[in-house]
């Protein structure tokens, strides 16, 4: 098992032949979490799909678990930003967390007892227990997250690449969520988390600032300097 | 009551067929529709069902069965999608509008190079569920099985992409060849149906039921139950109204699909602000007691 979770090269990002970012390096390790910071259109998103294998890299080269990205779907999970469909799927919040096995069990595998139990363990460390019955469409922004969240735990995987995981949630949710990363990473598991928010930023090893290009990379006392925020948001952090 | 609800269909064999045919109708819609509904595909469906009309017609003018122009038109119409939203990289739903009104365009240029063909053109756009012959059923039998059997296998890849494409592929499945294989079931589900309801109203058939479906089902083994249910009484009492009043048959079993919807749409609206009134009631209590 390689002792680098995610390695990336020279890596250049985008759609097409479109750059959005280019010149992308740095590597992960077991537990570690890496936060992507950026205004909306600075290549947080891109950089997340191109790590689940959705988006080619357009140079450079990346790995995923020594391999491809997007070879490993049982070993990734990727939580994409709040899904339109939400707001009008009417399956069961229990049924949506199951498709996270999905990877797992593949077209024809049965599910078994030990599906069923990580099934109910991410409905209840998530709180979506209590609502598990419900339809994702009759629920709250906060609630639909916290499903597409249980989701994700559901796939039991060695890398979380989180889109905007605490979009929508209140005081509560946010610490809830800081909690299931830190009790992931516990586990081993290595954390890659797009966000607007600097606050989610403060137990990262690494942290990207992204605007089309990368403005700053490290731990966040080094990567969170003013002037890179400045250069990124146009804004300080009070002191 | 025997005379009004059971006589039409035992002393008719063209009702008996009918019913039949509105029944595997029935079930196939109900199996790609909830599919159709979850992915928000209907505009697909509509365009799918005006996309196979100059298939159909070509093969009339040579002599050769309208369900293989149906499925050439199909292939044509998802081809052509597929290449425009690519290539040119528009919109799915630009692409799909496009293919769509040129098809109907060329469809209604063919028809209307023969005199023949208007009579034809109302069975192709609204159906012959009266005209339904026993080797129809098989070619019905035969959809309804493949219908299913997609349904069953890409149970999980369709169920993801109804949530998020990417959240599909990132769980190890193909989108592109998925998605490709809903079409191909929506392009079946419109071909095997045209005989009976026609091109123009198996939207109907193909929305309605699992519509209703998904108003009060949050299970996809329900939601599809409940369509197939629905589409088999849609298609009993349609033909008994068309068989009594002397009404177009497809007609009269789409519309009572969509009036179902209706009353069920009502009905569950009701229940939910009595629901919510009986949820504020202990609040106006307290606010009482606060007086």
Known sequence: MPTETISASHLSIGF???????????????????????????GKSALLKTLSGMLAPISGSVTV?????????????????????SH??????????????FAHLGLFGRESNQDRKILQTSLERTGAIEFAEKSLRDLSGGQQQRTHLAQVLTRQAEILLLDEP????????????????????ARGVTVVMATHDLSDAQDAAV??????????????????RDEYLRECFGFTQPH | MNEIFIAPFVSNEYMR????????????????GTFVVLRGLAFVGDALGHGVLPGIATALIFGISGIIGAAVGAVVMMGGVNLVSRRYKLSSDTAIGLLF???????????????????????????????????DLIWQSIALLIVGAIGVLARRPFLLMSVDDGL??????????????????????????????????????????????????????????????????????????????ELAASASIVLVAVSIFAVVAVATEVKRSRNLRHDELPHQHEHSHAH
């Not at chain 1, 678990?65 to 469909?85: E, F, M, N, T, W």
């Not at chain 1, 949630?169 to 299931?180: C, F, P, S």
């Not at chain 2, 067929?17 to 790609?32: D, K, N, Q, S």
């Not at chain 2, 089902?217 to 068989?243: D, T």
């Open chain 1, 166 to 185: 605490t979009a929508g949630l209140d005081i509560n949710g946010r610490k809830l969520v800081a909690e299931i990363i830190a009790n992931e990473r």
């Open chain 1, 16 to 42: 097409g032949k479109h750059t959005v970012v280019a010149n992308i390096d740095f590597t992960t390790t077991p537990g570690e979490l890496i936060v992507l910071i950026g205004t909306n259109g600075s």
């Open chain 1, 88 to 101: 009008t799927l009417p399956l069961r919040v229990r049924d949506v967390v199951a498709m996270g096995r």
């Open chain 2, 17 to 32: 067929l009918a019913l039949l045919a509105g029944i595997l109708v029935a079930v196939t819609c109900a199996i790609a």
């Open chain 2, 101 to 135: 009104v040129g098809m109907l365009a060329l469809g209604v240029l063919i028809t209307s190079s023969s005199p023949k063909f208007p009579e034809d053109l109302d069975h192709i756009l609204f159906g012959e569920s009266l005209a339904v012959k026993p080797t």
């Open chain 2, 168 to 245: 599909a592929q990132t769980s190890g499945f193909n989108v592109t060849f998925f998605q490709n294989l809903m079409m191909a079931m929506i392009g079946l589900t419109v071909i095997a149906s045209f005989q009976s309801v026609g091109t123009l109203l198996v939207l109907g058939m193909l929305i309605a039921p699992a519509a209703t479906g998904v108003l009060f089902a949050r299970r996809i083994s329900s939601m599809m139950l409940i369509a197939s249910v629905i589409g088999c009484f849609a298609s009993y009492v349609g033909l008994l109204i068309s068989f009594h009043f």
């Open chain 1, 207 to 224: 942290v990207m600032l992204l605007a089309q290009r990368v403005v700053s990379i490290g731990p966040p006392d080094v990567a969170l």
């Open chain 1, 65 to 85: 678990l020594g391999g491809d990205p997007g070879k490993s779907p049982r070993r990734v999970a990727y939580l994409p930003q709040h899904p339109i469909s």
